[in-house]
């Protein structure tokens, strides 16, 4: 059987049993929840989200660590939990508390799936470095939303990733592996974000994550996560990065299209990609 047949057939079987509520999706560690909970909460204080934290030291260091990294170190260090939360802001604490979850989840259980693991974490956290950035600069968008759409836009490589191990000769064809993660991580990332209890613009970005066409009335989070893509891709050896930003149409709502280069948008914000980087190492 070819590797193409095989993709083919792997492709209707994910679906159907997506469809049929068989497919086992990746969920959040409970502490995360219970955190994102508290968070969500608008009465909740810093020292009672503190308390939360404070329940996984390591989540409780990342988050001091976190609070004086370059890109929000103030005149004093930060020393407690509740300290970094005020200086953090919700939005980006429960970011960084979905980073740390990711971070357990993306472990690989294969040695065929690491190399995909690394690589796909790597570049959602790459992605979400620039969507920050780019929200900030060109759109009127919160940078910390778009760094989690960035951070979560291709979680649905995962189940596809768990259940190729069973197949070893789709993860050794590279270039049909990639096939399968562009026509499968929207419909599964999409029904992994609802399961996580994810609001729709985040369900939605996981969705259209890879579909280039996309274009809404209003610039959105999708756009953002679109345009980081490519901009992460260009200079690659990906298929992705020969496209035309200007055929493109979140380029265009961004304002990226037409006569601006990718040198320019690089002076503008990569010193700022690159410290906004650090918050994921």
């Not at 959040?28 to 219970?34: C, F, G, S």
């Not at 985040?202 to 989070?221: C, F, G, L, P, T």
Request: glycine residues 4%; charged residues 25%; hydrophobic residues 45%.
């Amino acid at each position: 059987m070819s590797n193409k047949v095989l993709e083919d057939k792997f492709y209707v079987a994910l679906l159907d049993d997506l469809e049929k509520q068989k497919l086992v999706l990746p969920t959040l560690p409970e502490i995360a929840l219970k955190i994102r909970d508290a968070v969500s909460d608008e009465d909740a204080s810093a020292k009672q989200i503190a308390e939360v934290i404070s329940e996984d030291p390591a989540i409780a260091a990342r988050m001091i660590q976190v609070a004086n990294s370059p890109l929000l170190r103030g005149s004093q260090k930060t020393e407690t939990v509740d300290q970094a939360i005020t200086r953090m802001g919700h939005a980006l604490v429960k970011s960084m508390v979905t980073t740390m979850a990711m971070e357990q989840i993306f472990q690989a259980t294969h040695p065929l799936t690491e190399k995909y693991m690394q690589s796909i974490w790597s570049q959602s956290t790459q992605v979400a470095s620039i969507a920050s950035v780019m929200a900030s600069h060109f759109t009127k968008l919160k940078p910390d939303q778009a760094m989690l759409a960035g951070l979560v836009h291709n979680i649905g490589a995962l189940p596809i990733l768990t259940r190729a191990e069973e197949i070893p000769a789709l993860l050794q064809d590279e270039e049909i592996f990639a096939s399968l993660l562009k026509r499968l991580s929207g419909p599964i990332g999409a029904s992994i974000m609802e399961s996580w209890n994810f609001s729709e613009e985040m369900i939605r970005v996981a969705k259209e994550h890879n579909n280039y066409s996309y274009n809404s009335d209003q610039v959105d989070y999708v756009d953002v996560v679109i345009v980081a893509k490519l901009q992460n891709l260009e200079g690659t050896d990906d298929p992705d990065a020969q496209i035309d930003w200007n055929t493109i149409p979140s380029f265009c709502k961004l304002g990226l299209a037409g006569e601006v280069e990718l040198v320019e948008i690089e002076d503008i914000v990569m010193e700022e990609i690159e410290i906004t980087q650090q918050l994921f190492n």
